[in-house]
């Protein structure tokens, strides 16, 4: 350091060049730019050719984010009727129907531990530790209430895990190899088969909040937002065709 203007344009182009998202190349820039903060360097993206090339590659590329489709309440209920009859269903049904009700990331549900877990009587609170929103580490506590079905509550479904996997303490989602729950240090990063990870992706649970007709105060509070600009993206998805100008046109 500090880098030439030149050899950071070069390297944001190939970058571009070998298929790197937008994103992905803003976080590299954010990245050099504060080490070169840190050690007392000027930022080198202030360099005329560095603004120009990232210009055009923004141009080029697109700067809009890719958004899964909101998971639903009737997708929920369709992914617990299929699960199996076994221990690992027994543990997928309160990974599903616990990671929509309490709109947790993949990387928060693998770090609930059981004694994070408190039954209380309207249902169970959760201590996460440490989140995405959270990253000095403060904790937040999370309300779980109890379903309106037995099938999809998830408050039965922690409590049955809980019984049927016969933990006391560790990780509270484990994996599951061969009818038998892994040991407390094998917390279940892959949360069983691939179609189940890829319906709790980050946030996708949060989107139907605003179209159950939930006030903007709870779904923030529940979804541990801390910006107003994030929730307003993910309603407008929730709700592209409620009162759509377009309906209703005899097309």
């Not at 500090?2 to 944001?12: E, Q």
């Not at 930022?43 to 700067?63: D, S």
């Not at 947790?104 to 549900?109: I, K, V, Y």
Request: hydrophobic share 45%; charged share 25%; glycine share 12%.
């Amino acid at each position: 350091m500090p880098v030439a203007p030149t050899t950071l344009a070069l390297y944001i182009s190939a970058r571009a060049s070998s298929g790197a998202k937008v994103a992905t190349l803003s976080q590299a820039l954010a990245a050099i730019g504060e080490a070169h903060r840190l050690a007392g360097h000027e930022a080198p993206m202030r360099a005329p050719v560095v603004r120009e090339t990232w210009k055009g590659i923004r141009r080029q590329l697109g700067t809009a984010q890719r958004q899964v489709r909101p998971l639903l309440a009737g997708d929920v209920c369709t992914l617990v009727a299929a699960l199996p009859a076994t221990l690992r269903g027994v543990r997928d049904r309160a990974l599903v129907t616990l990671g929509f009700a309490g709109t947790f990331r993949p990387s928060e549900l693998g770090a609930i531990g059981v004694g994070d877990v408190a039954f209380v009587e309207d249902g169970l609170t959760i201590m996460l530790r440490r989140s995405k929103g959270d990253p000095e580490g403060a904790g937040e506590t999370v309300g779980i209430p109890w379903g309106t079905s037995p099938d999809t509550c998830p408050v039965r479904a922690v409590r049955a895990w809980l019984s049927a996997s016969a933990i006391e303490e560790g990780p509270l989602l484990r994996g599951v190899v061969h009818g038998r729950v892994r040991g407390a240090a094998r917390r279940a990063r892959g949360f069983a088969s691939g179609g189940l990870q890829r319906a709790l992706a980050p946030r996708r649970a949060r989107d139907i909040r605003r179209a159950r007709g939930k006030p903007d105060r709870a779904i923030m509070c529940q979804g541990r937002w801390r910006s107003r600009a994030m929730l307003d993206r993910y309603v407008r998805d929730a709700t592209l065709f409620r009162d759509n100008a377009a309906a209703g046109l005899g097309l």
